[in-house]
C-alpha cells in the first residue's frame, strides 16, 4: 500500500466577534493553562501520520500563531486567511503538500488524536471522513415564510471537523467555486462538485466554541491581591470615601484627598500583579498629586493593569470607622467604585465596622480600610 502523506489545515481565520471576547477566541485560556489553538495544533502535532500543519490567521494573528508554532515539533506554514472561511481554507490548500487533507476548525480545541486517526482511515477506505455526530433533538425545515415545513432525526447528521479528503479531490472541488459562492464547510464544496461524502460519527466532545456561554470553563487566570490604608481624621477636611463625599465634621489627612478607600482598593489592583503600591507610583513628595482626586489615581492605576492584559474582575472591601456611620452610604460608594473599576455592582462588595471603640479608629482618630481585589486575563 502506498504510503499516504498527511497534511491538517486549521481554520484560525476568524475574528470571533460572537464569542464577545477582548480578542480572538482561540487565543482564550483554557483549564491546562494553554490557549485555544495551543490544544488545538497539540492534538494534530500528536499524530504520528500528519507530517504537515498549516494554519490559515487572520493579519492581526499572524504574527502570533506564527510565534506559536515554533513550540511543536511538526512543520506549520501560517498562511494569511480571506475575507471568509472559504477563501482561508483554499489559501491553506495552496500550501498543503500531503496526499491527503484534513480541515479543522481551530475553535474545536477537544478533538483527539483517535478521531483524527479514525478519520484518516476513512480517506483510504472510502475516499472522505467527515467528522459528524447524531442529533439529539429534532430537526426542522423551514418555509421561505419562516414556518415549519417537516421535522426529522433519523435521517439526519450534524456535521463538525476534521473534515478528511484526497487532497487532490479537494482542491478540484475548490478549484470550481464559483466567484459569488461561499460554503461553511468543506463537505458542501465536495458533495456539489465532486461526490457524496462519508461520514464518521465522533463520540467524543468535539464541541466549536463560538458564543460567550462557550468559554464558561476556560480558566480566566485570575490574580489576587490584597491593599490596606490607613489616614488620620483631622478638621477642615473633606471626608471622601470610594469618591463620595461623606458629611462629617471631620475629614482624612493626606497629599492627595485622603481617600483612603480608593487607596486600599489601588494597592489592591496593584498587588495583584506585583506592580508596586500608590506611594511608589504617586509619591507624597511629587507636588503634582498634591490634593488630587484619588480616583483620578485609580484610573491610572487600572491603565497599568490593562497594560499587562488584565482587568478588575471583582473587589471586596471593609471599611474600619468608629464615626460616622457609613451604611447609608454603601450603596452608593458600591456604584461609584463598580463604575471606576468598569465592573457590575454585584462584584463590588463593601462592609463598614468598628473597632468597638479601641485604638485610634475606635477613638476616631482615624479611619482604615482592607480591600481584596480579583483580576482576570483579557
Known sequence: MKNYTVTAIIAAAGKGIRSQLNNNKVFAIMPNGKSVIYNTISTFDKVERISQIVIAANENDFYKITKLSGSFNTPITVVLG??????????????????????????RPFITENAVNRLIDSVLQFGTGVASTQPTDTIATLLPNGEIQKTSRSDMLLLQTPQAFFTDKLKLAYSKIGDDENFTDEAGVYCKYVASVHPVIIEENNAKLT????????????????????HRLVENRPLILGGITIKHDKGLLGHSDADVLTHA?????????????IGYHFSDQDEQYKGICSMILLERVLQMVKNQGYAPNN?????????PKLAPYVNEITASLANALGIDKSQVGITCTTTEKTGIIGNEEAIAVQAFCSVKKI
Open 82 to 107: 480571506g475575507e471568509s472561511r472559504t477563501q482561508s481554507v483554499q489559501n491553506a490548500l495552496n500550501a498543503t503538500c500531503g496526499d491527503i487533507v484534513l480541515v479543522h476548525d481551530g475553535a
Open 211 to 230: 458564543n460567550p456561554n462557550d468559554f464558561d470553563f476556560c480558566e480566566k487566570t485570575v490574580r489576587v491581591g490584597t491593599g490596606f490604608d490607613l
Open 265 to 277: 482598593v489601588c494597592d489592591a489592583l496593584l498587588s495583584t500583579l506585583s506592580l508596586g503600591d
Open 315 to 323: 473587589l471586596s472591601a471593609v471599611i474600619m470607622a468608629q464615626k
